[in-house]
């Protein structure tokens, strides 16, 4: 039997009177990679005179992140694992209570399940202000996927990513209009990366070190290749890695295959990313593809030399042997190149780091985010910006 929901007349509907506007983040879930800590920086961080946040998890709530939710921010935990069946519907009514309890004008969706899951839902609820974020160029999109990003791209007032070239990505995979993509790019708080040491880059012992998950995408492997040819001729450089994935097991084997244990260290997740990267010297961010890395912009707070591949807005963030070295994406040797750079020309590395630092807080400030952000949700309201023109 097919379950519908009962549409909102639009005398139920919440429009804006008055600040502060009403704004529910829905998401997957919580965990320590980059959108997620956006997310919860930008929940501890707006202005609740303008801008009021609540929080929906469509599947489930770690208990180790519930500490970093404002005690200010009310959240509902759906426990949904599939998006049909008798569960997904009460769900739905859970949430469409949720959001005519606090009176939720704005509905912002993260990742697939949740903007399959909301996105609808908010347009049967009479909500007209839906937001999806999508912070990816779209490298893994099957044809199913690139089918429904279009149908709830349309459904949306508005698609928001923190990059140009995911901007055009998105334009140009969903056909959706200019106006209706916006950019917000990812800022970094500077107060948890203060620089109390510069790397050391003209000592045997150079620390090399990446922060990311553990999946194909990221190229660790790559990586672990080219530092067990440059570590033959460097007994003394090392390799560790801060990030957990699906790749574990098949990276603890190609270590062990190249003798690097004890050299290459897969970290896990850690919670205090600011303190690893201060640990080390070069920063390395071998991927295949991005959008706008929130690693890159933690890599220069730390004021650390960087190399990075050209994917997404790396080239953006980092001028080329200015505040970083820009390789091409998936080429071993020219990534090779860099490392050994980097060990041949310490001068470099130095200056780098600390042209990455000036340029983060010049550019890339949590600060200035978090204005764009309320500036965005207002206009909004101000412009009519709803799914509907």
């Known amino acids: 039997m097919r379950m519908m929901l009962p549409k909102l007349t639009p005398s139920n509907v919440v429009s804006r009177t008055s600040a502060p506007i009403t704004v529910c983040f829905v998401i997957d879930e919580l965990n320590q990679a980059g959108t997620e800590t956006q997310l919860l920086a930008l929940i501890r961080g707006l202005d609740r005179s303008r801008i009021r946040p609540v929080l929906c998890l469509l599947k489930r709530m770690d208990e180790t992140f519930r500490a970093m939710i404002p005690d200010d921010c009310p959240m509902i935990v759906l426990g949904v694992n599939r998006l049909m069946g008798r569960q997904a519907f009460s769900a739905a009514l859970d949430l469409r209570r949720f959001w005519k309890t606090h009176r939720v004008q704005i509905v912002q969706t993260y990742f697939l399940d949740s903007t399959y899951f909301a996105v609808p839902l908010a347009r049967l609820s009479g909500i007209r202000r839906v937001v999806r974020v999508r912070n990816n160029v779209g490298y893994w999109m099957t044809r199913k996927h690139r089918w429904l990003g279009r149908l709830v791209g349309k459904a949306c007032a508005r698609t928001l990513t923190n990059s140009s070239e995911g901007r055009e990505a998105i334009i140009q995979s969903e056909h959706l209009a200019e106006r209706n993509v916006s950019v917000i790019t990812n800022g970094v708080d500077l107060d948890r990366f203060p620089v109390r040491r510069w790397p050391e880059l003209n000592q045997p012992a150079v620390k090399f070190g990446m922060v990311g998950n553990l999946r194909p995408v990221k190229n660790v492997d790559g990586l672990i290749r080219v530092m067990a040819r440059v570590m033959k001729d460097h007994p003394k450089i090392t390799l560790e890695v801060a990030g957990e994935g699906d790749q574990r097991a098949s990276l603890e084997r190609l270590i062990a295959e190249n003798n690097l244990q004890g050299r290459v260290i897969l970290r896990g997740s850690l919670r205090d990313i600011p303190a690893f990267l201060e640990s080390l010297d070069v920063t390395v961010l071998p991927s295949h593809s991005e959008s706008l890395s929130n690693a890159v912009l933690e890599y220069m707070a730390a004021g650390r030399a960087i190399i990075a591949t050209n994917v997404g807005a790396n080239a953006t963030l980092l001028r080329n042997e200015v505040d970083g070295l820009i390789i091409p994406a998936g080429v071993e040797p020219a990534l090779e ?53």
């Open 337 to 389: 190149s860099a490392v050994r750079r980097m060990l041949q020309e310490p001068n470099l590395g130095r200056a780098i780091s600390r042209s990455a630092r000036r340029r983060v807080e010049e550019n890339y400030s949590r600060e200035r985010m978090l204005e764009e952000f309320h500036r965005f949700y207002e206009s909004l309201f101000d412009g009519g910006g709803t799914a509907d023109g």
